[in-house]
């Protein structure tokens, strides 16, 4: 397992995996980073160079898409790889609810348990958890901090706005 560091603007990310392919995406913002990293990962600053490439890109509003290898590893749940896989087709500069999120499964009274699989997300941004707001239109729980998904939200609202006018 390998491990790099990617500076961004919303607070360093760890971003860790198999070879190239990416396992996991976290916030390391206000977390002991020591104590998040596993001992026996390796460090190495020439794994995800596509990953870092796209995350820069995103932040720069140049990418609404990513195009990674991906490796969930063993999901919890066959349940949890299905929202994640639904994560995925939220379009950049939109939202979706729980309930959206579990009505578009088929799985409609699984509105909660949409929220602990997005909790479990393990690679945030490009798996796009913090697309998924409360039916009410508020911002619940995330990762990263409440300021962080306002920070990504409205940094994509405000770029496909940008896009739509030009």
């Known amino acids: 397992m390998y491990y790099e560091i990617f500076s ?5 990310l760890l971003l860790q995996g198999v070879d190239s392919k990416l396992r996991q995406l976290s916030f390391l913002k206000n977390r002991n980073t020591k104590s998040f990293i596993d001992p026996v990962w390796i460090r190495r600053t020439d ?6 490439i796209q995350l820069k890109e995103y932040f ?3 990418r609404q898409e990513f195009d990674v290898e991906l490796d969930f590893g063993v999901p919890n749940t066959t349940f949890s790889a299905q929202v994640w896989r639904e994560l995925q087709q939220i379009p950049y ?3 979706r609810s729980y309930r959206d999120v579990a009505n578009n499964i088929g799985r ?4 909660r348990a949409v929220g602990q699989a997005n909790h479990r997300n393990p690679i945030a941004i490009i798996v ?6 409360g ?5 619940t729980g995330f990762g990263g901090g409440l300021d962080t998904k306002k920070y990504l939200l409205d940094m994509e609202s405000r770029i ?3 896009k739509a006018i030009a």
């Open 60 to 62: 720069e509003g140049q």
């Open 108 to 111: 409609a009274k699984a509105f």
């Open 128 to 133: 796009p958890c913090h697309r998924v707001i």
């Open 135 to 139: 039916s009410d239109g508020t911002l």
């Open 160 to 162: 496909s706005q940008a």
């Open 93 to 95: 500069g939109e939202t």
């Open 8 to 12: 961004s603007p919303v607070g360093p």
């Open 47 to 52: 794994c995800f160079a596509d990953v870092k």
